[in-house]
């Protein structure tokens, strides 16, 4: 760890972003997960994204800002931090649920997991079910981050894992989360080898019941694409009711696409 205001006598301004970046996610996990004062975190939050601005200006300066987007392995609006959003710090400070199954668990999404993800997200079974149009695992790093920091702030996931590999195979979260509403939207993937074996309903089902119970969200919605009937068996197991089709939802791949619309409100939960 370095001092305050120091790094830039003894590193490049890029390895003074890198550390100072490294230097704030270590200071947000201690924040989030103790619930202290977030005034250490905001020194740093204001600090990286100085150095970053420097970095930025003499980028275009040097007419070289293909460096600068890349450099890091994030595009510019990923780069700005913040503190992180109330509902995430809600959600972080929640016990998970236990997965119900052997050998299965929940865990936060991990840098070393990107390359797994991302490589079941490119097999055409998969792919022809969600509207993602994932392009690299530097793609899927903006979902970790917008754990914590981004613009957005508005979705959380996890990994679920096989113990016996310690490697991710699925994950689930939430999205389009709203306080005010006591509302949100649950999404979720697995590994094909993974699939007809009732992982992803069951942990569906655990999930649901904690963010209603534990969370006290009203309403948690699903959508999913009209051709996605394994998706839908697990909503329906998990206790949501249809509520209509939404017609050219999505575009997905340039191609207008249908979606089924799911809720599941508190008071009415039904699942198993």
């Given at each position: 760890?370095?001092s305050?205001g120091?790094?830039?006598d003894?590193?490049?301004?890029?390895?003074?972003?890198?550390?100072?970046?490294?230097?704030?996610?270590?200071?947000?996990?201690?924040?989030?997960n103790s619930?202290?004062?977030?005034t250490t975190?905001?020194?740093?939050i204001?600090?990286?994204?100085?150095?970053?601005?420097?970095d930025?200006?003499?980028?275009?300066?040097?007419?070289?800002?293909?460096?600068?987007h890349?450099?890091?392995?994030f595009?510019?609006?990923?780069?700005?931090?913040?503190?992180?959003?109330?509902?995430?710090?809600a959600?972080?400070?929640a016990q998970?649920?236990?997965?119900?199954?052997?050998?299965?668990?929940?865990r936060p999404?991990?840098?070393?997991?990107l390359?797994?993800?991302?490589?079941y997200l490119?097999?055409?079974?998969?792919?022809?079910l969600m509207s993602?149009?994932?392009?690299?695992?530097?793609?899927?790093q903006?979902f970790?981050?917008?754990?914590?920091?981004?613009p957005?702030?508005?979705q959380?996931?996890?990994?679920?894992?096989d113990?016996?590999?310690?490697?991710?195979i699925?994950?689930?979260?939430?999205h389009?989360?709203?306080?005010?509403?006591?509302?949100?939207?649950?999404?979720?993937?697995?590994?094909?080898?993974?699939?007809?074996?009732?992982i992803?309903?069951?942990?569906?089902?655990?999930?649901?019941?904690?963010?209603h119970q534990?969370?006290?969200?009203q309403?948690?919605?699903?959508?999913?694409?009209?051709?996605?009937?394994?998706?839908?068996?697990v909503?329906?197991?998990?206790g949501y009711?249809?509520?209509?089709?939404?017609r050219?939802?999505?575009?997905?791949?340039?191609?207008h696409r249908?979606y089924?619309l799911f809720?599941s409100?508190?008071?009415?939960?039904s699942?198993?």
């Amino acid at each position: 760890m370095f001092s305050h205001g120091q790094d830039q006598d003894f590193y490049t301004n890029e390895e003074a972003i890198s550390l100072s970046y490294w230097h704030f996610l270590a200071v947000q996990h201690l924040v989030i997960n103790s619930g202290t004062q977030d005034t250490t975190l905001s020194i740093l939050i204001n600090r990286y994204n100085n150095l970053l601005e420097l970095d930025r200006e003499h980028s275009r300066k040097t007419n070289n800002m293909e460096k600068f987007h890349f450099s890091y392995g994030f595009t510019p609006h990923q780069h700005q931090l913040t503190t992180p959003a109330a509902a995430l710090k809600a959600f972080a400070s929640a016990q998970l649920p236990q997965t119900g199954i052997a050998n299965f668990a929940l865990r936060p999404i991990q840098i070393e997991d990107l390359v797994d993800w991302f490589d079941y997200l490119q097999q055409e079974t998969v792919k022809a079910l969600m509207s993602w149009d994932v392009k690299s695992p530097q793609d899927l790093q903006q979902f970790i981050q917008s754990q914590w920091y981004s613009p957005q702030q508005n979705q959380i996931k996890w990994a679920i894992t096989d113990q016996s590999l310690d490697r991710l195979i699925g994950t689930i979260g939430f999205h389009s989360i709203d306080l005010q509403n006591e509302s949100c939207e649950v999404a979720y993937d697995l590994n094909p080898t993974y699939w007809n074996r009732g992982i992803i309903t069951q942990i569906c089902q655990q999930m649901t019941a904690w963010a209603h119970q534990e969370m006290k969200f009203q309403r948690i919605a699903a959508s999913v694409m009209l051709e996605n009937h394994g998706s839908r068996r697990v909503l329906e197991k998990s206790g949501y009711n249809l509520e209509g089709v939404m017609r050219s939802y999505r575009k997905v791949r340039g191609i207008h696409r249908d979606y089924f619309l799911f809720s599941s409100l508190r008071n009415i939960h039904s699942a198993p």
